[in-house]
């Protein structure tokens, strides 16, 4: 009889990884996982985020990251279960896509990241702004009084003006960035829906990439899928091994491969 306080260690999709006795059969359950179940969610998340891209090498070559990012750890979890639980699955493929994306996106757009982590910090900190998800699963932001409306404004509507903010400040530290918007909610007048609030950010501040060439349309859209995972600790051991792992996993594919 299993033991009800012993953790979990995994879920049923890895069982034929832990009982495989030989070589080729662990070959199989591997195949198995990555085919079968890692490779549809790893394409389906790909494919929302970089939508509109027209760029299959990205989508591609996140996919072989991700890829080799699953099997370092699935072969970890062969060697040591219970050191390198996953006690779900599709979960950590989730999880492990997101932070392949994140690191592409950072790559890609530091300086907005650099901006959307700032912004965050500070809704989250100081106690006179609120972030939070509503009913309808949308991130909204504000003054801490407006923290119980779950309703927000569209501040991308023509009667919001918001030239004498680009006018007057100027984003250089938390100061700053704390003086933006509060003069955005004094507009607003109501809460406002975090990417809106990030885009419109870009513009009064005046935040540029140099190194973004010929997709300038795709960069508001792919804002909004810019994440921090720094607070991710799954993710930090992961990073620390996964150079020394990646060489290993390529040396044992296949010739043509």
């Given at each position: 009889m299993?033991?009800?306080l012993r953790p979990?260690i995994c879920d049923?999709?890895l069982q034929?990884?832990?009982?495989?006795?030989?070589?080729?059969?662990v070959?199989?359950a591997?195949?198995?996982l990555?085919?079968?179940?890692?490779r549809?969610?790893?394409?389906?998340?790909l494919?929302q985020?970089?939508s509109g891209w027209?760029d299959?090498?990205?989508?591609?070559?996140?996919?072989?990251d991700?890829t080799?990012r699953?099997?370092a750890?699935?072969?970890?979890?062969?060697?040591?279960p219970?050191e390198?639980?996953?006690?779900?699955?599709?979960?950590?493929?989730?999880t492990t896509?997101?932070?392949?994306?994140?690191?592409?996106?950072?790559?890609?757009?530091p300086?907005r990241c650099?901006?959307?982590?700032s912004l965050m910090?500070?809704l989250?900190?100081?106690?006179?702004?609120?972030?939070?998800?509503n009913?309808?699963?949308i991130?909204i932001?504000g003054?801490s009084e407006?923290?119980?409306?779950?309703e927000?404004?569209?501040?991308?509507?023509e009667?919001?003006?918001?030239?004498?903010?680009?006018s007057?400040?100027?984003y250089?530290?938390?100061?700053?960035l704390?003086?933006?918007i509060?003069?955005?909610?004094?507009?607003?007048q109501?809460?406002?829906?975090?990417?809106?609030l990030?885009?419109?950010?870009?513009?009064?501040?005046?935040?540029q990439?140099?190194?973004?060439?010929?997709?300038?349309?795709?960069?508001?859209?792919i804002?909004?899928?810019?994440s921090d995972?720094?607070n991710?600790?799954e993710?930090?051991?992961?990073?620390l091994?996964?150079l020394?792992?990646?060489w290993d996993?390529?040396?044992?594919?296949?010739?043509?491969?």
């Open positions: 299993a033991d009800p979990q049923q999709l034929p990884l832990i009982s495989a006795s030989s070589d080729s059969d070959e199989k591997l195949t198995s990555i085919q079968d179940h890692a549809p969610l790893i394409i389906g998340i494919k985020k970089f027209g299959a090498d990205c989508i591609d070559d996140l996919q072989s991700a080799l699953l099997l750890r699935l072969r970890q979890f062969r060697q040591n219970e390198y639980s996953i006690w779900n699955f599709r979960d950590y493929v989730v896509t997101g932070g392949v994306c994140a690191t592409y996106l950072r790559s890609r757009f300086n650099r901006l959307r982590n910090y500070l989250t900190r100081d106690p006179s702004f609120f972030l939070k998800e009913q309808s699963g991130h932001c003054l407006w923290k119980k409306s779950d927000f404004v569209d501040i991308t509507k009667n919001f003006d918001f030239t004498k903010i680009r007057t400040t100027g250089h530290n938390a100061s700053s704390r003086t933006v509060t003069e955005i909610f004094a507009v607003s109501a809460p406002v829906e975090l990417n809106e990030i885009k419109l950010l870009i513009t009064v501040l005046g935040v990439e140099s190194a973004i060439k010929n997709k300038p349309e795709f960069e508001n859209k804002l909004e899928h810019i995972n720094r991710n600790p993710e930090s051991v992961e990073n091994q996964f020394r792992k990646m996993e390529v040396k044992q594919l296949p010739v043509n491969q």
